[in-house]
């Protein structure tokens, strides 16, 4: 085999889509926050929202900021992969954002809900559907997430009962997901997620 044919076929690696869910309280971001700190080759998709920027956030870096009609128009454009509506707000991720970084061989990461990743899996662009890695994170069982939620201090009785409600609700989806991670300690967590993104890697598929 010669150099050049040996370096043709090596090719170069198309990014992925990893689709990370679970409820509040599971130490989704915990895991995402040192995946991106220490794989150079990760990102985070920047989401779109309606809703103003706080003082401390960057348009751009945190969100794209969009007016009401600026978002009700990319959303009949079509120009969405997932969007939802939270309170008063709308939020979304921009279909173009991720194909461009998956594109050029970064791995996309995501934190977002069941039905934001319902809709990525209906998601007919063949890019987005081969990229796709969906995981879900959740405890052993729903009395480690409570204890979990009551250690943030932050709810009174009722928000905490909602949020609990909404928590053991998306617990009933990790079915739809190819990988599952019973979440443990920090460490343990983040390295189950790195032992699925290093296996993915791997994949021929990955390899154009």
């Not at 995981?135 to 943030?152: H, K, N, V, Y």
Request: proline residues 2%.
């Amino acid at each position: 085999m010669t150099e050049e044919s040996g370096k043709k076929d090596a090719g170069s690696r198309q990014g992925m889509l990893l689709v990370l869910s679970g409820p509040a309280g599971a130490g989704k971001s915990t895991v995402l926050r040192s995946v991106v700190e220490n794989d150079p080759k990760v990102r985070f998709s920047v989401s779109c929202t309606t809703r103003p920027a706080r003082e401390e956030e960057v348009n751009g870096r945190d969100y794209h900021f969009l007016s009401e009609q600026e978002f009700a128009d990319k959303l009949e454009a079509g120009e969405f992969l997932e969007h939802a509506g939270v309170h008063k707000w709308s939020y979304g991720t921009l279909r173009s954002s991720v194909a461009d970084l998956i594109g050029d061989g970064f791995d996309v990461i995501m934190d977002i809900d069941v039905q934001g990743a319902a809709q990525i899996r209906a998601c007919n662009d063949p890019l987005i559907a081969r990229s796709r890695v969906d995981i879900f994170l959740m405890p052993a069982d729903t009395g480690e997430l409570e204890q979990r939620l009551r250690a943030r201090g932050s709810e009174d009785d009722e928000s905490f009962r909602l949020r609990m409600e909404s928590a053991i609700e998306e617990l009933r989806h990790w079915q739809h997901y190819t990988y599952r991670i019973l979440s443990s300690t920090r460490e343990s967590d983040y390295q189950s997620f790195m032992t699925i993104l290093q296996a993915e890697r791997l994949r021929v598929g990955r390899w154009l």
